[in-house]
């Protein structure tokens, strides 16, 4: 019997969620505005600028109940799951304010401590170092 390809770690408990216990997600309406326009940026501050995007929060319902868009931990379980939640928020036109691709970035990071989406077995992550 094998288990999932993904673990679902609460980012306020640092613990494990299971099935029905919690969700991976985002309130895409809460990413702060752009900062009005004040002329020149010096490159400087472009760089230092905070990150304004939304955050996808993985978390028990318990800890911090899933409000805006929110997918249930057991359907996000497999790679393929993953990728097709991907795929599917693609369409959103709100994606690209969020911080999605850091999510992703994180569960294929081996070295990462992070909560979030974990994969199970580290074998997973083989094919790193996409466009270098
Ligand atoms: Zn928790």
Redesign the pocket.
């Known amino acids: 019997m094998t288990g999932p390809d993904l673990l679902a770690v609460?980012d306020?408990?640092?613990?494990l969620?299971d099935d029905g216990d919690?969700a991976v997600w985002c309130r895409p309406e809460t990413a702060t505005p752009e900062p009005p326009d004040e002329g020149q940026f010096l490159i400087e501050e472009l760089l230092a600028a905070p990150d304004t995007r939304a955050r996808w929060r993985v978390?028990?319902e318990?800890?911090?109940p899933g409000e805006g868009y929110r997918i249930a931990v057991e359907r996000i379980r497999t790679w393929p799951a993953y990728l097709h939640w991907t795929a599917h928020l693609m369409g959103k036109g709100w994606l690209a304010g969020t911080n999605w691709a850091d999510l992703i970035l994180d569960t294929l990071d081996p070295a990462s401590t992070q909560p979030g989406i974990r994969p199970r077995t580290a074998r997973d992550l083989g094919h790193r170092h996409v466009g270098d």
């Open positions: 609460c306020v408990c640092l613990q969620i919690g978390t028990h318990e800890c911090a």
